[in-house]
């Protein structure tokens, strides 16, 4: 198997960036399912069908998610409609279906119709990766709301995982007196040794009244209720995790406390560095198949 | 001199700050010259009339810039209107007049009525301190319209003075590939030593399309015709350079360059940082003259 | 169980140290098995004999190793010997027996007399936290042997575990071209967002000729003889993994290039950072037992 | 004027250095007094006598420091003399004579030779530069010679000119706790803008007690007698400032203070680099005199 001919096959922003990232490696690529008005870079062909779209394809790519629906594929670039029945129907067993977030209905029907099927969302240097844009989204939130700067603000992160770890660095490298809550003591020794300072959950309650921001990136509730209540009024809450979040916005807003709740910051901020990083783990998914 | 006894006298939002932060630090502080929705911290007295806001009061502080007109205080949240020369005259010789920015026709009329009076707007430590909440709106400017993140953005600084010493800083600590172009040979040295590259003048225009974002921080034209011609189309241009900014925007958007002039950025996206910034500053003067 | 009393018996410097900072936290700590020019803060107090050491004691703290031969306790410090049979012997089962590499011989006979045992050199926090002086280490050899500085040096190192990913943040922030050799793509990820330049091990081989220094944290061989062969003889090799190593010091020879095996590098370079870190992981240890 | 033909006449390991790195970057590079037993990169010529040395080149560069007899050029690497009037006499109006500390006497003589001359160690950028090895070099001895780690030690620069400007940036970077003493309120908005924690000198003597070491970059006494005895008695103090230094070794080992006076570092701890920097300076003044 060659892996130098691409269909990107629908999706949005972050997709057209990773079908532009392809030509510039100077892979083979073919577009299906964005208007017109999308402008890709010379080189890249755009198909006039479904079935040439497919046709001596080596991988099909397509969006972030695949699909909301388990029918269609996710076109929100494209006014008409692309079922996921009509592609893997066209596709053959050569071929590999290369997609995000692929739910267990989509992963079944390759099965069905023997398409080998891979999930670029699944891979952990993607999430690694994504990181970064959803630490910088977070401070540009908090450099756009709150009346101080980051720098020399009392910011508190929730959580040391992935997003915690690169908030964390980044929000150090500015200038912020950077808190982090963590319940592992290895998790503390880290964060000791990259010159933060840790607060074990336990003392965390007593911490509270002194932070100018709170950035959670945990997806459970850990500022319980009377947490919050220690919170000063004008302490700004970023909630990083995903959906439904980890803080209880209601419950906040009873003490007057602002929270914004962040999803899918990548896309939204930096739309062709997210291209960039679905490309670096499309690329690893070939290494890992050798081809 | 007893500096303990503060009057502010009009301002924005900064100055709302600076009147919460001198009441913070124990200071006496009364308040005259805005408007009854504007909320100050408890122990702050709003005066009835500027002759009580006056009286007993040791410091007269005033906004930034202290008159746009030379006739009336600059007060953008009061309804009323201030004359400058109603304050001179309430004024003793005992009492120290405090502005930014403050005009030669008010140094002047100060002399005429005898009242001490002193700018903080030029104290360098202001202009040093600025330097961070300007560094910071443009980088909240950069995460905001560029596509990419400011992470692996390949970012120019045109200039190596107070800002552009703050912003390199910033920009390479968030993981930009950071160049700084610079004149003298010692800032380029210092560049280097900082960890980041050094593009004398010389080399810069077979630099330019390389980058993602450039930041001007100088306040004469460095990019003329034949550089802008080298910078590319989806490059961004923030201009940090005061009125009338270094960067000539219409000969930019002849080549399809966007540029961004942003100016006053401390007051904009930081005031409360602005305001105890001026408040430090105020104090050094206080240190200076013994009181 | 009340852990205020404290026994120290035995140990080198980092122990010493370890007395002092009890001492200093407000328990009660005895002394045994030192020589008598050891000096101790005030208010430790000299056991005359193990039998008074060990009476009344809540916890009994030994050195690092514990010990050498299985028979007596590891105590460099003291001109006499301590044999682990004759502590458990007047040991109760109310005590606690904490120590360092403790041997699995050792172990079963704490069990044989009943006695609770926890090795503090287990804990993942002192690990972490012993990366830090180790990585100082390292760069003070660098620093030391290289006629070039840290900073500027082109620098690789292999493995991003521990002392790897402390290393690397250490070295990209004193200014070295950081190049870090990694083999999961996640790794890579990480390696990228915090700035450094990620090797994968499949190109780490055209890239060898550039470095000035490597640092080995890697504890199998990783430079085979054909990647040594293109090392530059003028390459310093720092080998950081413990004995044996991951760097064949004889085969590096043959090309001329010189290599440092830095053993034990916290209780070298920092005996008292490293006692503080045993401090802490013992607490954490009474924490996690609720004493 | 072409400025490619260089004579390298006599100095240490560092002009051995500076030889080498002319020589890689494509000048014709002859050298002269120097033992056989000094190694030369290959494409170094080694001339055979002073008129041969000297004989075509447009540039003779000579050690640092020129002279410490005024008679003779310092030749720490060659066992015989090679005397001023003899070089100078042989020189002809065309040839540019440079060197580090050159002393008015040697300038004096080059006037009445009529040989234009300039000296390198008089020009910013080198200083700027020069701090870096010397930063390097102080946290190596602190490193070396402290018992805890640089991270997490109490660090007090004092001064924030050139070297104290780096050292605190090295520092913080290391995750020491950087104080850093300056006089003028805009250093100490500098300091807080980078991170640091200001000491203006008013306060200096309060805080004494806390810290672990203390690095002096100032040319005269700060730490006075009072000062000295509220100091630590295991605090290192590194006189960092030229010969006289600015700290008393005699007042401070009466308070039982180790001082130690660091001179020199950049050819000590890094001749390499140290050589890369004055070649790097040479080219600026080759440039500045527009060939």
Same mark, same amino acid.
């Given at each position: ?151 020399? !603000? ?13 908030? !964390? ?123």
């Amino acid at each position: 198997m060659n892996c130098k001919k691409i269909l990107i096959l629908g999706g949005d922003k972050r997709i057209v960036s990773l079908a532009n990232n392809f030509n510039r490696d100077g892979f083979d690529v073919v577009t299906y399912g964005f208007s017109e008005d999308i402008d890709f870079d010379g080189g890249i062909v755009r198909a006039a069908n479904l079935k040439d779209a497919l046709s001596g394809r080596d991988v099909v790519i397509s969006g972030l998610p695949v699909t909301v629906d388990d029918v269609t594929l996710h076109t929100p670039l494209y006014e008409d409609k692309i079922y996921l029945y009509d592609v893997l129907k066209l596709m053959t067993k050569e071929q590999l279906f290369v997609g995000g977030r692929i739910t267990p209905k989509v992963k079944n029907l390759c099965g069905i119709y023997n398409i080998s099927v891979t999930d670029y969302f699944e891979r952990e240097e993607l999430t690694v990766a994504n990181a970064v844009p959803t630490a910088e989204g977070a401070i540009e939130l908090a450099m756009n709301l709150l009346p101080v700067t980051v720098w020399g !603000s009392k910011s508190l992160v929730l959580g040391f995982g992935r997003i915690g770890k690169i908030l !964390s660095s980044r929000l150090n490298a500015l200038g912020a007196e950077t808190y982090v809550e963590a319940r592992k003591f290895s998790d503390l020794a880290w964060i000791d040794a990259y010159g933060y300072t840790g607060i074990p959950l336990n003392n965390l309650k007593g911490s509270l009244p002194q932070f100018d921001v709170i950035y959670n990136t945990v997806p459970h509730e850990i500022l319980t209720d009377d947490m919050l209540k220690l919170v000063r009024r004008d302490c700004l809450i970023i909630d990083l995790a995903s959906a439904p979040g980890g803080v209880d916005i209601e419950k906040a807003a009873r003490y007057g406390i602002k929270v914004v709740h962040a999803l899918s910051l990548p896309g939204k901020v930096a739309p062709e560095t997210a291209g960039e990083i679905i490309k670096d783990t499309i690329l690893n998914i070939f290494a890992d198949m050798g081809v």
